[in-house]
């Protein structure tokens, strides 16, 4: 077999055999094929796609490298969390103790961020002493305690898919959406999970941006999901403006825990509970999706949620009290305001914009283990349809080094717009495919 | 600037500015951008194409990265010429020395074959002594001395295009239309020619087999070469059954030899002298077609082709004894012959499958600097429209090794194709563009 013949093959619109795909898979985990082929295959299928069985193939190929993560053992139902990635998105630190407080066990293996999304990992790693480096035997023991826990993608769970993200990355050919698909079902599921709940994101902080493409993603992660004998459940929600308030690493954590407090921004609490609510329905299907709302409701307010968040951070390692004392989490040396140029209305506030800034500022990576400043960040004080006054505080910058900061700012300047017209509201929650 | 977005933006459909194309050719050919990079921005290119800018851009940033052979100091005009490749064709073997016949320097830039296709190079390395590994003063020595001369791909004369055509060989990309004719003319431009005769082939054996996609890079070439101030000549002729009787390195010489005595088949014969008229007719616009092409006729029936294509072999420190013995030349130690199941006439052979085949024996390489074995090939006895009877003699297998004889028999079996009717015959030259 031929490497070469296959990205021809596929280049040019023709099928690939299950034993083509998984020998390409494994020779080039096992580095026998070259990274300058796998990024040429890789842009190949970014043009020409994948059928429904490649896609399968594929997937399969992936989960057969590693054995999955085994939580048989552990009590209730295992479900999963993912988001294709959006700016402002804390879902994961809020859902996840939410959906967990049921009893279910809620492993999530998290990605670093990229380009201008920021990744769960940097959020939690943001807390002093959270590991999240460990091997899938300790990360069963975490889950095992607290009924959560939050890894990265690792060389014993994930090693071809942790490799191929890694040259999609630095090739070109992130947004395909099969390979977004696979990657998102390969990595979940190999931390034993029985469901998935995806929250894809659309909208112009999104990954995928166009709610066309964003649906044929949703589709294509439940219909893999069915084939693979899990259930996938794909809720798009908007990513047109960040989510929440706070963009930044240690900054979200800290919106986070006031979520669980009961004082979270309307748009992040809606959207954590929608998903919640999903993945609770999906494990227990008997109940009506009303009764699940409400208790998920009664979780975040009573301070059930922010208990469980307690014990995670307890089980990797972390400083509990950064709960109650956020100077414990890195904060930012000096702030920066940037006001209304005129009175008007929030028409638009740009989320990739707002996360490539906060990009500048050093709160993401350029590169692949790149140095990043978890206490940088900006935090919104008006968000899309409020009305303000000229001169009004639109966000603070909060920063430590002054190189970006007259670049960033004005990027976050051109990320407001303001209307002399009320614009209409987008809704947080575009669909719900299952 | 970062080469993710550059291929991210290539990807899109997006143009790119010269100093980009610029900045992508320099730092990967300094190997200051890895190959995982440069093949996915190519395979990007393959989709997405290039403008009529991007093209000029690329090829002056091509031949902007070496100083072009100076012959100036030459007397006459300098021309020359190219095949984008075929089975069986030793055309250059014979137009190279028709035209420099008459006062036209005519310095070869020849590539080795890859795929199925033999490369002018291998043929000439099959003379025993025969030399093409020649410094940039050396060709031109070597020029000054035969009027001709040919040599491959050099660091000093083309360095970029060789690092690039290298990696688009093994990663998929090689099938671009605007990449195939950026590389033949950063090639060719580089060795200080001031105009060219492109000989695009089409047809099952071609390496652009499709008519469209055949007049698509013939129309390339010319409208490049005129915005790079050369004139370029297009002439699309056929490939769908082997040029000539010989496929394989030293056969392919043998018949060249006899083409310029006079006893040429007719397919060979015809398809040389219109692309030796048409260099010729370039650089002497005086004169009419007509008076060119009657010389042209002359020069390769009075044997002075033949006594210039000793002057090369000289030159180039071959042994020029090979034409008057061709047992000097390497010589195959077996033969097998192929016969027609059945009466009719023969309606195809695929030149594609005979290329194959020729290459199984081993006249033709996988990899790069894999070695050839040069005595090699097939001979054919009949060609499309030939009337045979069963049994009768197709063509002869000339081998070394019996490992592939048995597929390479079958594949050459299967490329003959007997039908009842004649067929209706294919044009030698199918179009010229200028």
Redesign the interface.
Known sequence: M?V?NL??RK?DGGDLAREEINFFLQEYVAGNI???????????V??SGLTEQELLDWTESLLSMAPALDLSDLPGPKMGKHSTGGVGDKTSLIVGPLVSCTGITVPIIAGQGLAHTGGTLDKVQSIPGFNTHLKAQEFKEVLRKAGLGIIGQTDDLTPADKKLSS?R?????V?SIPLIAISILANELAGGIEGLVVDVKTGSGALVKKMTDSRRLAQTLVSLGKRLGKKVISVITDMDQPLGNAVGNALEVMEAVEAMRGAGPADLVETSLELAARMVSAAQPDRTLESVKEQMFQLLNDGSALQKFRQLIEAQGGNPQIMESFELLPNASAEFVISSPRAGYVSRISADDIGQAVMLLGAGR?KMNAHIDAAVGIVLEHKVGDRIQAGERLCTIYYNEEAHLEEASQMVEDAFHISSTQPEARPLIHEIIQ
């Open positions: 031929r070469v990205i021809q280049r070259p990274d300058y082929q796998a990024s040429a295959f890789l842009m190949a970014f043009f040259l990355d630095t090739s070109g050919s947004e350029e």
